[in-house]
């Protein structure tokens, strides 16, 4: 079945500085990826999408990037910010019914 | 901006009772899910809902759970028997048809004792 890891659970910043949050994936069939972000206390947000024919997409201050051949998903926070803190986790569909199978998620803790 | 919302925020109940957690979805939206969250782990597909019927369920979804949209608004998860192990946050998601984005609800904590 799918399964959606997440290489590294905490990740610790300075202000300012960028950021890098990654994910693997197993199933080379996945087409649809997904970066939720997760406050405390509050439902995942949904932050940016990719679909497998693209390799790369940018949002605000936000870019993700697929690597299907390693099958291999990274999110990119620029000039990270204390809001940024939270955890954030991948995501990928799957099934007939776009389910989301999320990963362990990665602790984002910003110091100013 | 429309958005999920879950009642009670926080839900405590005895083992063996009945829970009813309850959402509702965006209100053009077509497509409902239920996931749950174990405190520390992460979020865990439960069932998909479509055309007032269960689209898809996970293995976590057995008997004990049942969802239901009574009124055309509401969309509610149902744990008839609770387990210590049911504590976890369950959030309500929706998402419109044509459209891949899943929209969440702030969650309900249940705490089984």
């Known amino acids: 079945g799918e399964s959606v890891g997440l290489h590294l659970p905490t990740l610790s910043v300075q202000e300012g500085d960028n950021s890098i949050i990654n994910c693997a994936y197993s199933n080379s069939a996945s087409d649809y990826f997904i970066w939720y972000k997760q406050e405390s206390g509050k439902g995942p947000q949904f932050i940016i999408d990719i679909r497998s024919n693209m390799d790369k997409r940018q949002g605000q201050r936000v870019t993700v990037l697929l690597n299907k051949t390693v099958k291999h998903l990274s999110l990119q926070i620029a000039a990270t910010q204390p809001g940024d803190s939270a955890v954030y986790f991948c995501?990928?569909?799957?099934?007939?019914?776009?389910?989301?199978?999320f990963g362990t998620g990665t602790l984002l803790a910003v110091q100013p | 901006e429309p958005e999920v919302t879950q009642t009670p925020s926080h839900q405590v109940t005895q083992m063996g009772q009945e829970v009813i957690l309850r959402c509702v979805p965006i209100s053009n939206h077509l497509y409902f899910y239920w996931y749950r969250q174990i405190l520390g782990q992460k979020v865990e597909f439960l069932v998909s809902?479509?055309?007032?019927?269960?689209?898809?369920k996970s293995e976590i979804f057995d008997d004990q759970f049942s969802v239901e949209r009574p009124d055309g608004s509401n969309f509610t998860l149902k744990i008839r028997s609770t387990k210590l192990e049911d504590s976890a946050m369950y959030f309500c998601?929706?998402?419109?048809?044509?459209?891949?984005?899943?929209?969440f609800g702030p969650g309900t904590r249940l705490t089984v004792l």
């Open positions: 998601a929706s998402r419109p048809q044509g459209f891949s984005e899943q929209f």
């Open positions: 995501a990928v569909y799957g099934g007939a019914t776009n389910k989301l199978i």
């Open positions: 809902f479509y055309n007032n019927e269960i689209s898809e």
